[in-house]
């Protein structure tokens, strides 16, 4: 069994700061690429930030400058600092990782927590 758990969502005004975080635990024997994904209501699940075994990251355009995400890889840990929040950012956010583990630990997976709230208010 491998499991995401997020932490540090919540409720701010626009133009504040939060910091998200995801542990991953359980039998997965690698991870290749650990991010952040959002969905808010109405739309499509969207991709907001990944970062890979390397240290390569990757930024959707509209939180480039805005949000940092970084990796422990001894704890298996990665984060999202969020900085000057706007309205559009409000959504429930997703830790995924994309490793070997779970059942089949010969078989890459994709890996999801249960997600964050986000909200913030203009």
């Known amino acids: 069994q491998v499991q995401l758990v997020e932490s540090g969502g919540g409720s701010v005004a626009a133009g504040g700061s939060l910091r998200l975080s995801c542990v991953v635990s359980?039998?997965?024997?690698?991870?290749?690429?650990m991010g952040w994904y959002r969905q808010a209501p109405g739309k499509q699940r969207e991709l907001v930030a990944t970062?890979?075994?390397?240290?390569?990251?990757n930024y959707a355009d509209s939180v480039k400058g805005r949000f940092t995400i970084s990796r422990n890889n001894a704890k298996n840990t990665i984060f999202l600092q969020m900085k000057s929040l706007k309205s559009e950012d409000t959504a429930v956010y997703y830790c995924?990782?994309?490793?070997?583990?779970?059942?089949?630990?010969?078989?890459?997976?994709?890996?999801w927590g249960q997600g964050t709230q986000v909200t913030v208010s203009s």
């Open positions: 359980g039998n997965i024997f690698s991870i290749n690429v």
């Open positions: 995924h990782a994309l490793g070997f583990g779970g059942p089949i630990p010969t078989v890459e997976h994709d890996f």
């Open positions: 970062i890979n075994s390397g240290d390569s990251i």
